[in-house]
């Protein structure tokens, strides 16, 4: 598969940033804690899930206290529309304590702070950095990765990989990059039945429209 060249990548780079420069999640929350969990939550899961399960967990669990000190089956009775939510009612728990016991309640806004917690990786670093504080970081889902492979800025075959690839070409605008990579790969560069001559702003540069996913 041919590769963007440069002069493509600072097209692609202007008019995804033109055209998402205020974009934000779709994820609903209020605060940095209920952000780390709905970004937790999110993982092999869509946001409109998670955002229709969260006004009850946020209500009945509103900070780290409460909900480290939550029931277990209680927690996975309310997420258990969620995928993976045994795991993830188990990595709550366990975050909320952490936050209890070694952040004061606080949500510490450090990537290496942050993956210490249950549950969140690089990834979900990443996505809680660039939407809560707007840190020149990228973060690489199933959409970004589909995007970045069939707009050939890269062919690697890991999320790490593109994620470090991307970062390399594009150095700046990181946060709004990564916001409208996830927007225009949800509703334009869909995995299946692409958007492209509908309302895809982006089809000169396509090299296929081949669906890609990470391994």
Do not use: W
């Not at 089956?73 to 997420?79: F, R, S, T």
């Not at 993976?84 to 450090?110: C, S, T």
């Not at 069939?150 to 700046?172: C, Q, W, Y």
């Amino acid at each position: 598969m041919k590769k963007a060249t440069k002069k493509e990548i600072a097209a692609i780079k202007e008019a995804l940033i033109e055209r998402y420069d205020d974009a934000v999640t779709e994820l609903t929350y209020r605060n940095a804690f209920e952000l780390v969990i709905a970004v937790a939550l999110s993982a092999q899961c869509t946001d409109k899930r998670v955002n229709l399960l969260t006004p009850e967990l946020f209500k009945k669990y509103p900070d780290p206290v409460s909900l480290g000190n939550a029931d277990l089956d209680d927690i996975k009775k309310i997420i258990n529309s969620c995928s993976f939510f045994n795991n993830k009612a188990k990595n709550l728990i366990k975050m909320a304590q952490r936050l209890v016991e070694v952040y004061d309640g606080n949500v510490p806004l450090d990537e290496k702070e942050l993956v210490t917690l249950a549950g969140v990786g690089q990834k979900t670093a990443h996505v809680v950095m660039i939407e809560y504080t707007g840190a020149n970081l990228m973060a690489v889902d199933t959409h970004v990765f589909r995007v970045a492979h069939r707009l050939g800025l890269s062919d690697d075959e890991t999320a790490i990989k593109t994620e470090e690839t991307l970062v390399k070409k594009f150095k700046t605008g990181l946060h709004a990059l990564h916001q409208g990579m996830v927007l225009f790969g949800r509703y334009i560069c869909t995995a299946k039945n692409p958007k492209c001559d509908s309302d895809c702003f982006l089809q000169e540069f396509c090299k296929t429209k081949k669906s890609f996913k990470a391994r």
